[in-house]
Structures are given as structure tokens and as C-alpha cells.
């Protein structure tokens, strides 16, 4: 278990109807301490949104996540919280929230590269 790092992720759901508690994958966060990884990879699926059946501003909603992709890079690019440690930085992400885009609780696990492994889970739990 030497060679194996622990690291943290959560998925990020679009929630376009809050009160029906529905949602879409649409990227994955992951954190990994040791490697000093924070990193988002989001794919916004538009087609998939049919299925809502609801009206989304989708210019807008992919603003919003790539804030979360500048956040997690850090510094002033990402606004104030840009600027906090990349541990705050990612509690701030995963927090529960009721809006339409929120995420999973986080899950631990153990890893080589949180790249590929951030790889992985995208490919497993957003396409």
C-alpha cells in the first residue's frame, strides 16, 4: 500500500428540476492530498438534458462549471475562493448545496496517478 495514494472524489450532477430530485452526471472532482491533485473534468451532454424535459440555459450552466474547473486550478482566476488551500478549495466544491448543480457525497479510494484515475471514473460514472 506504499506506492498507493488515498484520494477523495464526487460526481457533479446537474439537478435541472430540484423538486423532483433528478439529475445528470456530468463530471467528476477529485482530490488527492499527497499528489497535491484537485482537478474537475465536466462534459455537458445537451441531448441527454431532453429526456428533462425542462428549459436549461445552457450557455450560462457551462459557465458555471468551468468556475469550477478555474476554482480547482486555484489562484485569482479562480475568485476568492480560487485563493484558499486546495483542501479548502474542495470541501468548498463537494458542500452540499440545493441548487441545480450539486454533487454526490464523496467517496475515498487509493490510487497510482489521480490523473488516470480521474480518467476512469469520468469514463465510468459521466459518459
Known amino acids: 500500500m506504499q506506492d498507493k495514494y488515498l484520494y477523495e ?9 430540484v423538486e423532483r430530485e433528478e439529475f445528470l452526471n456530468v463530471g467528476i472532482i477529485l482530490y488527492c492530498s499527497k499528489q497535491g491533485f484537485l482537478e474537475a473534468k465536466i462534459q ?3 441531448e441527454r438534458f431532453k429526456a428533462f424535459s425542462c428549459v ?3 450557455a450560462e450552466l457551462q459557465e458555471y462549471l468551468h468556475t469550477w474547473e478555474r476554482i480547482c486550478r486555484g489562484g485569482k482566476d479562480g475568485g476568492p475562493i480560487g485563493l484558499l488551500p486546495i483542501a479548502s478549495r ?4 463537494t458542500a452540499t448545496r440545493s441548487t441545480i448543480v450539486q454533487t454526490s457525497k464523496t ?3 487509493f490510487c497510482d496517478n489521480a490523473s ?3 480518467e476512469c471514473l469520468f469514463q ?4
Open 56 to 58: 436549461i440555459e445552457t
Open 116 to 118: 488516470e484515475t480521474l
Open 124 to 127: 465510468e460514472l459521466v459518459l
Open 90 to 93: 474542495f470541501r468548498w466544491l
Open 44 to 46: 455537458v451532454n445537451i
Open 107 to 109: 467517496h475515498p479510494g
Open 9 to 17: 472524489y464526487a460526481v457533479i450532477r446537474v439537478v435541472p428540476r
